[in-house]
T-cell receptor, first 115, second 113 residues
């Protein structure tokens, strides 16, 4: 168990640019979640995958955001035409399919700064 | 919808003081309850959990009891240390669906020597 891995740890970009983040969940964890955390707030749910299927998307996930998990392993989160309001920590988490109330395992996050 | 309300901080205590951080919840189903901790510059770590009414979660001297009648899951520690300085998040997940976590806004704790 190597834990949930996220890359990059930090990303600074100019407004209007596109960015892509990667998440590698714990091996054999079927469920993968993306969250966004802004300064002084709790993490907010963005979307979740069960294997390669994206089963739920928050209304926070605007048209500029897209997430994929093409082979049911790693996932990517892309933000197009970034805005300053997108500056936040983006967290990824995973659990097995039959979690039965078990906690999500979080990565250390990708901190995005849009200038 | 499901939601978590926790005591807003910041909270500042002296070392060895008693800590309580209040957390109440609203859930459509039967939730599991969690406390996560985030140390400066680090990711979210599970501190403790409880999956059914009257369960007590405990870890590192912290405790919280799942109270269904008051829909609460207050975090307590009898004697805090400087190393406990962090942000604490109460969270719930409802079993049988996505099992996504719904978080409170967090409470920042600072413990002074």
């Amino acid at each position: 168990d190597t834990g949930v891995s996220q890359d990059p740890r930090h990303k600074i970009t100019k407004r209007g640019q596109n960015v892509t983040f990667r998440c590698d969940p714990i091996s054999e964890h079927n469920r993968l979640y993306w969250y966004r955390q802004t300064l002084g707030q709790g993490p907010e749910f963005l979307t979740y995958f069960q294997n390669e299927a994206q089963l739920e998307k928050s209304r926070l996930l605007s048209d500029r955001f897209s997430a994929e998990r093409p082979k049911g392993s790693f996932s990517t989160l892309e933000i197009q035409r970034t805005e300053q309001g997108d500056s936040a920590m983006y967290l990824c988490a995973s659990i097995p399919l039959d979690a039965g109330g078990s906690p999500l395992h979080f990565g250390n996050g990708t901190r995005l700064t849009v200038t | 919808g499901d939601s978590v309300t926790q005591m807003e901080g910041p909270v500042t205590l002296s070392e060895e003081a008693f800590l309580t951080i209040n957390c109440t919840y609203t859930a459509t189903g039967y939730p599991s309850l969690f406390w996560y901790v985030q140390y400066p510059g680090e990711g979210l770590q599970l501190l403790l959990k409880a999956t059914k009414a009257d369960d007590k979660g405990s870890n590192k001297g912290f405790e919280a009891t799942y109270r269904k009648e008051t829909t609460s899951f207050h975090l307590e520690k009898g004697s805090v240390q400087v190393s406990d300085s962090a942000v604490y998040f109460c969270a719930l997940s409802v079993r049988g669906g996505s099992e996504k976590l719904v978080f409170g806004k967090g409470t920042k704790l600072t413990v002074n020597p």
